[in-house]
Nanobody, 124 residues
Framework: QVQLVESGGGLVQAGGSLRLSCAAS????????MGWFRQAPGKEREFVAG????????YYRDSMKGRFTISRDNAKSTVYLQMNTLKVEDTAVYYC?????????????????WGQGTQVTVSS
């Protein structure tokens, strides 16, 4: 099986930056895609960004493109989410996810493994 552990969340003022990390362990050789999702209070979980382990361009939700950057380190089995120019509306619990199947990258139900989540709070 695969285990995912997120870190890097916290409190930041609007306009600031944070970098989230997700370390994968276990049968990581079976993974094809890793991504980030977020869920704000009273809202459904939404896609943030995703990237394949074997290469290819990353995918972003339109509202995050240009501010957020997803990257990976295959040797460390770790994926990162660099978040810049943070806005109050970015406040949410951010989840790392991984999957071994193909399909739409923005669909939460297609991911096999999830981390515990890390809270990101952006103040005005």
């Amino acid at each position: 099986q695969v285990q995912l552990v997120e870190s890097g969340g916290g409190l930041v003022q609007a306009g600031g930056s944070l970098r989230l990390s997700c370390a994968a362990s276990g049968r990581t050789f079976s993974l094809d895609v890793m991504g980030w999702f977020r869920q704000a209070p009273g809202k459904e979980r939404e896609f943030v960004a995703g990237v394949g382990w074997s290469g290819g361009a990353p995918y972003y939700r339109d509202s995050m493109k240009g501010r957020f950057t997803i990257s990976r380190d295959n040797a460390k089995s770790t994926v990162y989410l660099q978040m810049n120019t943070l806005k109050v509306e970015d406040t949410a619990v951010y989840y790392c996810a991984a999957r071994s199947r193909t399909g739409p990258v923005a669909t939460p139900g297609l991911y096999d493994y999830w981390g515990q989540g890390t809270q990101v709070t952006v103040s005005s």
